[in-house]
Every structure is written in C-alpha cells, then in structure tokens.
C-alpha cells in the first residue's frame, strides 16, 4: 500500500506549504488581503490532499487491493468533507461580518433544543454530555436552527480541547430576562492568556493539543457573531484545572415585548 511519505508528497505537490505555516494575523491588524491569503493557503491546502489520495488511487490502481483502494478514498471523501465545512464557515463569516445575514427569531422552546442538540452530540462525537437544566423555561426569542448551531459549535470545541473521554457539563440558567446556556469541559492545560481574543477571526486555541489545530479559526467567531446576532452576550473563562467554560445568553420573549 502507498506509505504515509508517500501520500504526503502527492498531496503536498497538489496543495501547497503545509497547513503548519505562519501563525495566524493577530486579529486588531486583519486586512482583506491576509483574510484572502488565509483562506487560499487552507482551501488550496485542503483540496491538494484530497486531489493527492486520488492521484494515488489512479497512479497505482493496479498494485492497490480493494481494501487499500478503498482506505485512499475514504481519506479524500474525508477531506473532501473537510474542504467543504471550510467554504461553509468562510461564506457564513462573510455574510455575518456584513450584516447581510438574516435570522428567522421567534419565541421557542430552548429547554427542548438543548435536550435534543446534546443527545444527538453525544452519540456523533463519542463523549458524555451531562445536562443539567431547570424543568421549566420561559421561551425565548431566537432563531431555532441558529441556536442549535450555537450549541454545537460550542460542544464540538469542548471536546476537541479535553481530554478523550471526558465528559462535558452544559448547564442551564433562568435568569429572569434571559436564559444563560453554558458548556464546560474537564481537564484543558494552559493558561487564561490562551483565551486572549478567542472570538476574533483566525484565532484558535492551543491547549496541549497541538495536533487539533485544523481550520481557519473561524468557529468562535461565527459562534460571536450569532449570538449577538440574536441580541445576546458570550463569554468565556478558565478554572485552571477546571477546563473551561463558555456561557452565552438569550433574551426572554417577555423581556423583548
């Protein structure tokens, strides 16, 4: 079968510098033209490999078992998924940071977004989700789908920055006028340093998962910008040995009336 060297080079070949390059632009000096040299490198990058295991495929077809074969086109179809979650993330970046991006807000029922988002998360990413939230909410006022992407975009950063296993706490508040949605996980080495400008654009977290850096580190950003977008607030903090935490907020349909 085709060695790991040998894939590398194809895909290297195809995509360009590795996606291990210069560290990102801090988020105060951003310009177009870094925000295009940006997303050019990871979509050029992402789209070489998946072009790599191709050429592979059809460059040694004939010595290739069915099982190897299919190995190098489950790694493409992989990144081929993860070229197209970039292009998503830059198109909705764009639209949000325009102010073009409209939501669909009405009253709905959080409490059952949050049960349903986090059973199905917990079986798609394989780790324990502990909810704790009261037996009745007042509704609010949000744009449902928006809220469920909030939600899991959260969720999946929790586990991508923890410890395999670990379980990750999403606790929910009443708090009169708003209801207050946090998700902590267990266990993140670093410091609150690490968190410096975490919502600007191109901005994504260390930890001690170096390998996790993937991306154009959009996620928070998008996650910002939604949330203020449905007219609440995001935070986060770090415990220490407690992980970290990110609460953010939704108004209450009686505080808008």
Not at 70 to 79: D, G, K, T
Request: charged share 25%; aromatic share 4%; with cysteine.
């Amino acid at each position: 079968m085709a060695t790991e060297s040998e894939t590398r080079s194809v895909a290297e070949a195809n995509g360009g510098e590795s996606a291990r390059g210069a560290d990102p632009p801090a988020p105060q000096v951003c310009t177009d033209l870094d925000f295009m040299t940006m997303v050019s490198h990871e979509l050029r990058h992402a789209a070489g490999v998946v072009s790599g295991f191709l050429d592979l495929v059809v460059v040694r077809g004939e010595v290739l078992d069915e099982r190897q074969a299919r190995q190098l086109l489950v790694r493409a179809r992989e990144n081929a998924h993860r070229l197209n979650r970039l292009l998503e993330d830059v198109t909705m970046a764009m639209h949000l940071g325009s102010g073009t991006f409209s939501y669909a807000l009405g009253p709905i029922d959080l409490r059952r977004v949050v049960r349903q988002t986090t059973r199905s998360l917990s079986q798609t990413l394989e780790r324990p989700i502990q909810l704790d939230q009261p037996a009745e909410l007042p509704p609010v006022i949000a744009d449902r789908d928006r809220q469920v992407q909030i939600l899991t975009n959260l969720l999946s950063n929790a586990t991508k920055y923890s410890p395999p296993g670990s379980p990750v706490r999403v606790v929910v508040e009443n708090r009169h006028e708003e209801v207050a949605v946090s998700v902590c996980n267990e266990g993140s080495a670093g410091s609150p340093s690490d968190l410096e400008g975490v919502f600007e654009p191109f901005i994504r977290l260390e930890a001690d998962h170096p390998t996790k850096r993937e991306g154009l580190g959009l996620g928070l950003y998008i996650t910002r910008l939604l949330v203020e977008g449905q007219g609440g607030e995001i935070d986060v903090d770090h415990d220490g040995r407690a992980g970290w935490t990110f609460t953010y907020t939704i108004p209450c349909a009686s505080a808008a009336s």
